[in-house]
């Protein structure tokens, strides 16, 4: 694993766990909250509905109160039913009467279970609900006491959650009560419900909202490292590469100084010494013809491998540094060198038709940049020489206003360019020609086919080159 990869999952899965946590902490503190408020809310909202029925029960027994004080006939008990009968609040809001034995005596809303026995009726849990409330009623007295219960509502006919309210009338034995149903209750419960599971809905929203950026913050500055490395690292090699090609190009002149100041020069020495020698020796044996012949033979074969030695060396001298590219510029040195893979006796093969078009104002190079440009051209002729099988090469140098382009073309049988590409034993000369155009932010693209090569190299010219007709023309 790559060190950038290894530093950005170092930065992002610390985040993505404190992020997690987070949100597991939030959603079960959220939770625990909801509960609280709900628990609050219930609460609060059935004291509320409790004192509520308090003051409704209140106001019955204060009704029935003067009754009570007037007589204990069943007339008047009659009347106080009556009466209580017809108080009413909202749709399901009613009282009713039952005696201390749990027969019923009063019911607005279900009139079928007056005079009934319903001591002994069970909800649908299977709890005694009128003992219940006779039971909450003596303890509460006269004051009363609040009781839940399940009764069937009369509007749905469906068995449902109550809250009652209950007190004992003492002089006449009655329990007189009311309740409203806790479905408002519920339903506001459920809205609370609704509203905490949005809220945590929210903010796990939020939570990933606030990852996401800053997972895409953390990316974008690996990718900003990234690219800024990327950059710094290519520049970095484009300068070692230049400075590479540049020690090259300097060995190698080194090198060609040397064989042509040195080792050449010492050939040439020894050449005219031993035609000297030749020539003393033809003077001193004119007399003796048979003689001379045995010691001018070796001496001319001699003089001549020696004459073939200096003329190497000489190529390799200027293979090495071509004098022409410092002294006349850029196309005359390409010229030359298309002279030499044009002469027969060039690497032992069939030589090329090489000619040079120059198109545009020539300018004056610096070396860097005439070296690159004639490296390309010998690498690639070499190529063509050895493996494309081509008779002839045409090559193109044009100055534009602010580059310079140099192509090569044959007509060869061309090579597959991607499996060359992909053979790390083949294709070193066209890396090697990249990397020199690529030193000096230059390009070089290559198209080959069966009708021949194509090869374009491409150089920005540099803010100092100037016209140099004298030289470069």
């Not at 649908?124 to 003992?131: R, Y």
């Not at 040397?258 to 080792?263: A, N, Q, T, V, Y």
């Not at 030749?278 to 044996?285: D, I, K, N, T």
């Not at 693209?445 to 100092?464: C, E, I, R």
Request: neutral net charge.
């Amino acid at each position: 694993m790559k060190l950038r990869l290894k530093i950005l999952l170092l930065a992002a899965v610390p985040l993505l766990a404190a992020m997690a946590a987070i949100t597991v902490a939030v959603y079960l503190q959220g939770l625990k909250l909801a509960q609280m408020e709900k628990q609050v809310v219930e609460t609060a909202w059935l004291g509320s509905k409790e004192s509520e029925l308090r003051h409704y029960v209140s106001l019955a027994y204060s009704a029935v109160a003067p009754l009570q004080e007037a007589g204990d006939d069943p007339a008047t008990r009659q009347r106080a039913l009556d009466l209580l009968a017809q108080m009413e609040f909202g749709r399901d809001g009613y009282f009713f009467v039952y005696d201390l034995q749990g027969r019923n005596l009063m019911h607005p809303r279900q009139p079928e279970l007056v005079g009934q026995e319903l001591w002994d009726l069970r909800d649908t849990q299977g709890q005694p609900v009128i003992q219940n409330l006779l039971a909450a009623a003596r303890r509460g007295g006269q004051h009363g006491e609040a009781v839940h219960y399940l009764w069937e509502r009369p509007s749905t006919r469906q068995n449902e959650e109550k809250l009652g309210y209950v007190v004992v009338l003492e002089r006449w034995g009655w329990m007189l009560g009311t309740g409203i149903y806790l479905d408002d209750v519920n339903q506001a419960l459920q809205r609370i419900d609704a509203a905490a599971q949005a809220n945590i809905r929210d903010m796990f929203a939020w939570v990933a909202g606030i990852a996401a950026v800053c997972i895409l913050g953390v990316a974008a500055c690996g990718l900003a490292l990234n690219i800024s490395d990327h950059r710094q690292s290519d520049a970095k090699l484009r300068l070692m590469a230049r400075q590479l090609v540049r020690t090259q190009e300097d060995e190698r002149a080194r090198l060609s100084r040397e064989l042509h100041d040195g080792i050449s020069q010492v050939l040439v020495s020894i050449k005219l010494s031993l035609e000297a020698a030749r020539e003393r020796l033809r003077q001193a044996l004119g007399a003796e013809p048979r003689a001379l012949a045995h010691i001018d033979a070796p001496l001319g074969g001699a003089l001549d491998r020696l004459n073939n030695a200096v003329g190497e060396v000489r190529r390799i001298s200027h293979n090495l540094r071509p004098t022409l590219l410092d002294d006349l510029g850029l196309p005359a040195a390409l010229e030359h060198l298309g002279r030499e893979f044009s002469q027969p006796s060039q690497h032992g093969v069939t030589p090329l038709a090489v000619r040079l078009h120059t198109d545009g104002h020539p300018v004056k190079l610096p070396d860097a940049y005439a070296t690159a440009l004639f490296r390309v051209t010998q690498e690639a002729l070499t190529n063509v020489l050895r493996h494309a099988g081509a008779t002839r090469a045409e090559m193109v140098l044009t100055y534009g206003a602010r580059d310079l382009t140099l192509s090569i073309a044959d007509d060869g049988h061309g090579f597959d360019h991607a499996e060359v590409q992909q053979d790390p034993r083949r294709g070193i000369g066209l890396r090697n020609m990249r990397e020199r155009m690529a030193a000096l932010s230059g390009t070089l693209v290559l198209h080959s086919g069966v009708q021949g090569t194509l090869l374009k190299a491409w150089l920005p010219l540099p803010a100092g080159a100037t016209s140099s007709p004298t030289h470069d023309a």
